[in-house]
């Protein structure tokens, strides 16, 4: 591979992790369906990849920034994990509406594993030449770092509205904000 196949991964990673953001913010505002506290750590954890991404993009590809992207995943898989296993005894109903069979949560589980998979596999054939210190951004990239601030400043301003300065409720029926 070369600086601009990785590139264009970085890019391509970035733009995949905008588009699950803005995924759950549409079920979320046209489907009525209100996170609850685990599936606000799993987009904290899709923000922290999207974060490691972007640090590749704006500055290079480098290995650290690959660890942030490792730790965002792990971060999300655990909390993905954890909500899996509380709803995987037959009987036991899902939370929120399934997404081509599955829910959310168990595609943030999937996703958060092809991510820890894609990044070590690009860490196992790293090439000193991917890291370039004459490095400049293309417009494109600029632009798509714009989109994905606004999609995590739109998650941001909606868990707010959701949960206010509280802590968010277990099961969340109405926003804190609209109830004032």
């Not at 890019?11 to 209100?34: K, P």
């Not at 991917?130 to 999609?151: H, N, R």
């Not at 949960?163 to 277990?170: A, L, S």
Request: proline letters at 4%.
């Amino acid at each position: 591979m070369n600086r601009s196949q990785i590139s264009l991964l970085n890019t391509l990673g970035m733009l995949g992790m905008a588009v699950v953001l803005l995924i759950a913010l549409f079920a979320q505002l046209s489907l009525n369906e209100l996170p609850c506290p685990l599936c606000l750590l799993q987009r904290i954890g899709f923000v922290m990849v999207l974060f490691g991404f972007m640090l590749n993009v704006v500055f290079g590809t480098q290995q650290r920034h690959y660890g942030v992207i490792l730790f965002g995943a792990m971060f999300g898989a655990v909390a993905a994990l954890r909500q899996v296993s509380l709803h995987v005894l037959p009987g036991t109903p899902g939370y929120g509406s399934p997404i081509l069979g599955l829910h959310y949560y168990t595609w943030a589980f999937v996703l958060f594993m092809a991510t820890i998979f894609a990044v070590g596999v690009l860490l196992a054939l790293w090439n000193e030449s991917w890291s370039d210190k004459d490095y400049q951004m293309s417009g494109m990239a600029k632009t798509l770092c714009i989109f994905s601030i606004v999609i995590v400043a739109l998650n941001l301003l909606s868990t707010f509205i959701e949960c206010g300065p509280y802590q968010c409720p277990d099961n969340p029926v109405t926003y804190w904000l609209l109830n004032l």
